[in-house]
């Protein structure tokens, strides 16, 4: 087949990438290199053994995504896309609230407005635990409420809101909706990883730069929390894991339709780790002090988030391979060659 990534060269998109072209499928990658690197094409290709498609652009601009689409249609219908573009910091989200609304939300109607046009109808689209309302009870099923409590979390509520109605009124139309937990870790090979500048978001990533002397400490956002030991509880799912989640979503999404759609599905492992328990698996795994303190509470964050994955493993055939301690291993490896 051949498979469309938006923002196929960051964290999640290039790891799944990498599992399409390893199952013989032809992708093609559009990013806009703004939380990316041009060298993750490389790597990919150098993992791989094969080329890929890249096109740099913005999906908000729908003549270049039409010039896109066409161009890779005259060789080889588009048989899918995964749509992984879009910002995902939750803290700045907080702070930029009109910019990841027009990002995200403004840009998947440019993209679902082209592939109308270009008869294009099979669709994955990267939704996030945080759409879930934090006072339902844990673990978080497919069905629960959904009360986003940050910009980030309501954008990716909306898009999904935005699914359903087209689904709805359009039958044609084939969407998978997956619901992120928390991804780390990188590919065993050491050349694809999390890659933020700067301060990271996301704790593993920050880890790294604490445990690797880049940054003086780990900030660990509020030890008050409802927890057993007061730090924030997060299913983390080995990036690679996540990305095998793609693939088995896309088979199942391809090969037969179910009842719904969209079809939404949880993808993580089932269980949490607190910020403690990870810095204390982190320096146990690769035998390194990983300074940090304690600072205040970060706007938007919760106390619990796991998932549930019961509908994953029955309908998908599909559960998590790797633990907390690949994860610490991996970004590990990443982080010796000198690319974060």
């Not at 939750?90 to 990841?100: K, L, N, T, W």
């Not at 008869?119 to 099923?141: E, Q």
């Not at 509880?233 to 990036?239: A, G, K, L, M, P």
């Not at 990305?243 to 037969?256: D, Q, V």
Request: charge should be negative.
């Amino acid at each position: 087949m051949k498979i469309l990534l938006t923002g196929g060269l960051g964290y999640i998109g290039s790891h799944t990438c990498i599992c399409l072209k390893e199952a013989g499928h032809d992708t093609v990658v559009i990013d806009n290199l703004c939380n990316s690197k041009i060298s993750v094409k490389d790597n990919i290709e150098k993992i791989t053994g094969s080329e890929i498609a890249f096109y740099e652009g913005d999906i908000r601009d729908r003549g270049f995504l039409r010039d896109v689409f066409q161009r890779e249609q005259r060789k080889q219908k588009i048989d899918a896309v995964i749509h992984f573009a879009g910002h995902k910091a939750v803290a700045d989200s907080v702070e930029e609230p009109i910019d990841y609304f027009e990002n995200n939300i403004a840009g998947t109607i440019d993209l679902l407005a082209v592939m109308e046009e270009e008869n294009i109808r099979n669709l994955i689209f990267s939704s996030s635990a945080t759409v879930y309302d934090p006072k339902s009870p844990v673990p978080y099923k497919e069905n629960d409420p959904k009360s986003p409590v940050n910009p980030y979390g309501e954008t990716k509520y909306i898009i999904e809101r935005m699914l359903c109605s087209l689904a709805a009124s359009k039958p044609s139309w084939n969407i998978v909706i997956l619901r992120y937990f928390n991804p780390a870790g990188a590919h065993k090979s050491g050349l694809i990883g999390e890659d933020p500048g700067g301060i990271p978001n996301n704790l593993f990533p920050y880890i790294l730069k604490a445990a690797k002397g880049e940054l003086p400490a780990l900030s660990v956002f509020g030890n008050d929390y409802p927890t057993p030991d007061g730090t924030g509880v997060r299913d983390y799912i080995h990036v690679s894991d996540l990305a095998e989640g793609h693939m088995a979503a896309l088979k199942t999404m391809l090969t037969g339709r179910g009842e719904e759609n969209p079809t939404v599905y949880n993808l993580g492992t089932g269980r949490g780790y607190s910020v403690l328990e990870i810095i204390e698996a982190f320096e146990k795994t690769n035998n390194v002090k990983v300074p940090y303190m304690i600072a205040a509470r970060r706007a938007g964050d919760i106390a619990w988030s796991f998932a549930s994955t019961e509908k994953a493993k029955k309908e998908l055939h599909w559960e998590t391979t790797r633990g907390i301690y690949d994860m610490c291993r991996d970004i590990w490896r990443f982080g010796q060659e000198d690319l974060v």
